[in-house]
């Protein structure tokens, strides 16, 4: 599940961000404790093998050996920075992406609430069927590519099951051939059965109808948009740079970055500290972030910070349905508000919030320049 910590950093403070680092879910120590327990074995076997399981000649080989892998982690060979911080950066904006274009029902509710008219079975029915067949379209769109939503709707059966889709929907759903995925035909049918609607009246005019298009059309496009970034991913060939640059850094780090023996004078090598703290640093900065990158590539999956699909689904087929029945005109009582005699009025404040009345109010930069 998302991991939220908005309200603990809502006010910067002394060691604000500090507290967050003390976290287990969701945190980069639960993310690559196996890789760096890894490198830290690795390391370790290394240096138990060049301290006490070599004749002195054989130290002497593996001096040189660890001298020329300490030039490459030194240098820019290999250019770990500009590689790992170019590719997360397109991860990170693919992310994002694929946040905004997770279809919401919001728009289409609301048009639909506010066009598609009668307080009748008739016209509670068309309302409630045209926000379902927006929500299965989502449905069917989520189970291709979010391993939490194909669990949940493992098959057709199973989203019937759940209301969204009825069976005789099901088999006119499947008696459509096509080698691609039909996640566009509830939308169809949303279209058709609003083009009938205004047949009978209950869309009362073209205006209407072509506002519940244009939604629609926003709608399937959003739906579109999520099929096409899990079908076009980053290039392989730059995550396996990226991949490849990493680990190989890492790999002459093992043993480029041994402590030799000081009393034979190496540059660079003048104490044996046994840990190698800094490289540990590095490991974890590099390859976190790296990781950072694998986590955020597809955030359809089942980690701690990927989307919660099925909770928005819960959320956007309750919601929706709530605007389009529950509460298509039923207002309350249209009454004269608290202030209509009083044309100069002021909202109250709290007494947590009074201080903020004694502050002048912003009317520009140069407003009181002289």
Same mark, same amino acid.
């Given at each position: ?20 680092? #003390? ?48 030039? #490459? ?143 629609? =059309? =926003? ?7 999520? #099929? ?42 003048? #104490? ?99």
């Amino acid at each position: 599940m998302t991991v939220s910590y908005s309200l603990e950093v809502a006010n910067a403070r002394f060691h604000g961000f500090s507290r967050l680092l #003390f976290r287990w879910k969701g945190s980069i120590y639960k993310l690559m404790y196996k890789e760096f327990l890894v490198f830290c074995a690795v390391y370790l076997f290394f240096s138990v093998f060049y301290r006490f399981l070599l004749t002195p000649r054989q130290q002497d080989l593996f001096e040189r050996v660890a001298l020329y892998c300490d030039q #490459f982690t030194n240098t820019s060979f290999i250019p770990v920075l500009f590689v790992l911080g170019f590719y997360v950066n397109q991860a990170f904006t693919r992310w994002w992406g694929q946040y905004t274009s997770f279809p919401l029902p919001d728009n289409l509710m609301m048009v639909v609430s506010g066009n598609v008219h009668g307080v009748d079975d008739r016209g509670r029915l068309l309302r409630r069927t045209l926000m379902r067949y927006a929500n299965l379209s989502s449905v069917l769109i989520l189970r291709s590519i979010s391993t939490r939503v194909r669990k949940r709707f493992p098959t057709l059966e199973h989203v019937v099951e759940a209301g969204f889709m009825t069976t005789h929907e099901l088999k006119n759903f499947e008696s459509l051939h096509s080698d691609f995925n039909k996640y566009w035909m509830p939308l169809t049918w949303f279209s058709n059965l609003a083009a009938q609607a205004r047949q009978e009246g209950r869309v009362r005019d073209d205006i209407a109808l072509r506002l519940l298009m244009d939604e629609l =059309n =926003n709608y399937r496009a959003k739906c579109s948009l999520l #099929f096409h970034y899990d079908w076009i991913s980053l290039p392989l060939v730059y995550t396996q740079v990226v991949t490849i640059a990493v680990y190989s850094f890492f790999a002459f780090c093992v043993i480029g970055r041994q402590f030799l023996n000081p009393e034979k004078g190496y540059s660079g090598h003048r #104490f044996d500290m046994y840990v190698p703290v800094f490289t540990l640093l590095q490991f974890f900065f590099y390859t976190g972030w790296l990781k950072v990158g694998e986590l955020i590539i597809n955030p359809f999956g089942e980690d701690d910070d990927d989307f919660e699909t099925n909770q928005l689904i819960d959320r956007n087929i309750q919601v929706s349905m709530l605007a389009v029945d529950d509460m298509y005109q039923n207002l309350a009582p249209v009454v004269k508000d608290k202030h209509w005699k009083n044309g100069l009025f002021s909202v109250p404040y709290t007494q947590s919030t009074a201080a903020e009345t004694l502050r002048p109010a912003f009317k520009g930069s140069t407003f009181d320049m002289r």
